[in-house]
C-alpha cells in the first residue's frame, strides 16, 4: 500500500521544514507555509511504526472544509490547496499554548474526575458528574505547546498570563475564538447527527499582527465526536457512548499493552489492522463531513504532491 510518512522536498526559496507528529511544514521565502498531511499515525505521543492509507488526505480535507466554514467568525492561516493532502497558507507566529475545549466530562477530564480532582487548569469542575455527562457550559482547559517529543501539560488561564506566554489582550481574543468555533462546530456536528464532545485549537500571529486559527480544525485527530442518536439512553444505563475519534487506535494500543511508557513495545500493526483503520478513517469522514470520500491516486504519491505544490508556487 502507498502511503505517505515522510518528505525531503526541495522547494524554490525553501528557507526550513519542520516535521511534526504527522505534518512536514515548509518555510517558503518566510512568507508562506506548505503543509504537508502525511499518513503517520500518532497516539500517547507516540508516531507508530506504518503509515495509514488515505489518513493525510483525510485530515487535511476535513481541516480545509471547517477553515471554509468558519471563516466568517474568525480568520485563519489558509490560502490555498493545491492537493488533498497539501494546505498553503500565510507564514505566522504560533502561539505556545493549545486552546483545548470541553463541553463534556471526557477523555483528560474524566480520568482527572474519576481521581478526585474538581479543577483542571483553574477551572472548577461541578460535582455529581458522571463520564461523558455535558458541563453546564463548555470550559477551556490550556495546554502548552510541548517541544519535540515532550508531553503536553496542562496548564491555568492564570499561569498563562502571569508567564507571559500570550499577552492578555491577546489571550481573551484566544478564548472568544475558541467559544466561537465550538459553537459552530457544535451547530455543524448536530446537523449530521454527532455531538461535538471536545477539541482543541491552535493559533497563530501573521506578520501584520492578525490572530488566525492555523493547523487543523474538528478533525477526529484533535476532537473527539459522539452519535447523538441515542447518547442519552447510554448515559441513563451507564453505557459506554459510540464515538467518532482516534479513541479506537488508543483503545487497540492499550489492550496489546502499550500507553507510550519507557520500556513498552509498540505492538504488531498488520496489514489487516492497518486496513482497518483506514477504513476508520474513511467512516470519520464520511460521517463527520456528510459526504463521500473520494480516494486520491496514490500509485506515485510523493510524486503527484511534489508537482502539486511546484505548480502552485511557480503561478503564484
Known amino acids: 500500500m502507498n502511503t505517505i510518512t515522510t518528505t525531503h522536498f526541495n522547494f524554490p526559496n525553501q528557507k526550513s521544514v519542520y516535521h511534526g507528529k504527522v505534518r512536514e511544514v515548509y518555510n517558503i521565502d518566510d512568507a508562506l507555509l506548505?503543509?504537508?498531511?502525511?499518513?503517520?499515525?500518532?497516539?500517547?505521543?507516540?508516531?507508530?511504526?506504518?503509515?495509514?492509507?488515505?489518513?493525510?488526505?483525510?485530515?487535511?480535507?476535513?481541516?480545509?472544509?471547517?477553515?471554509?466554514?468558519?471563516?466568517?467568525?474568525?480568520?485563519?492561516?489558509?490560502?490555498a490547496t493545491p492537493d488533498p493532502n497539501v494546505a498553503i497558507?500565510?507564514?505566522?507566529?504560533?502561539?505556545?499554548?493549545?486552546?483545548?475545549?470541553?463541553?463534556?466530562?471526557?477523555?483528560?477530564?474524566?480520568?482527572?474526575?474519576?481521581?478526585?480532582?474538581?479543577?483542571?487548569?483553574?477551572?472548577?469542575?461541578?460535582?455529581?458528574?458522571?463520564?461523558?455527562?455535558?458541563?453546564?457550559?463548555?470550559?477551556?482547559?490550556?495546554?502548552?505547546?510541548?517541544?519535540?517529543?515532550?508531553h503536553d501539560e496542562d496548564i491555568s488561564r492564570e499561569d498563562i498570563l502571569k508567564n507571559q506566554i500570550v499577552a492578555e489582550n491577546d489571550y481573551l481574543i484566544l478564548e472568544e475564538y475558541t467559544r466561537a468555533l465550538f459553537q459552530r462546530g457544535t451547530e455543524i456536528a448536530a446537523k449530521k447527527g454527532l455531538i461535538?464532545?471536545?477539541?482543541?485549537?491552535?493559533?497563530?500571529?501573521?506578520?501584520?499582527?492578525?490572530?488566525?486559527?492555523?493547523?487543523?480544525?474538528?478533525?477526529?485527530?484533535?476532537?473527539?465526536?459522539?452519535?447523538?442518536d441515542g447518547y442519552q439512553e447510554r448515559q441513563n444505563r451507564g453505557e459506554e457512548q459510540k464515538q467518532l475519534s482516534k479513541e479506537f487506535v488508543r483503545r487497540w494500543l492499550i489492550e496489546n499493552g502499550f500507553q507510550g511508557k519507557d520500556g513498552q513495545q509498540i505492538p504488531v500493526m498488520t496489514e489487516e489492522y492497518v486496513a482497518t483503520v483506514s477504513d476508520r478513517y474513511i467512516e470519520l469522514y464520511e460521517n463527520i463531513l456528510g459526504e463521500k470520500f473520494v480516494k486520491a491516486p496514490i500509485n506515485d504519491i510523493h510524486s503527484r504532491i511534489e508537482t502539486a505544490i511546484l505548480n502552485y508556487l511557480e503561478n503564484h
Open 89 to 150: 497558507g500565510h507564514l505566522c507566529e504560533p502561539f505556545k499554548v493549545e486552546m483545548v475545549i470541553r463541553g463534556y466530562l471526557s477523555g483528560h477530564a474524566a480520568r482527572e474526575y474519576a481521581a478526585g480532582k474538581r479543577t483542571l487548569c483553574g477551572v472548577t469542575m461541578p460535582e455529581g458528574l458522571k463520564e461523558n455527562d455535558p458541563f453546564p457550559t463548555p470550559i477551556i482547559t490550556p495546554s502548552t505547546k510541548a517541544a519535540n517529543g515532550e
Open 34 to 79: 506548505v503543509m504537508v498531511a502525511t499518513d503517520r499515525l500518532s497516539a500517547f505521543d507516540v508516531v507508530l511504526p506504518k503509515g495509514i492509507p488515505y489518513k493525510g488526505q483525510i485530515l487535511n480535507q476535513i481541516a480545509t472544509k471547517f477553515m471554509e466554514l468558519t471563516q466568517d467568525i474568525v480568520p485563519n492561516w489558509l490560502i
Open 196 to 228: 461535538l464532545v471536545d477539541t482543541k485549537y491552535e493559533f497563530g500571529k501573521t506578520k501584520d499582527g492578525k490572530i488566525v486559527l492555523i493547523d487543523e480544525i474538528h478533525t477526529p485527530d484533535s476532537s473527539r465526536y459522539f452519535y447523538s
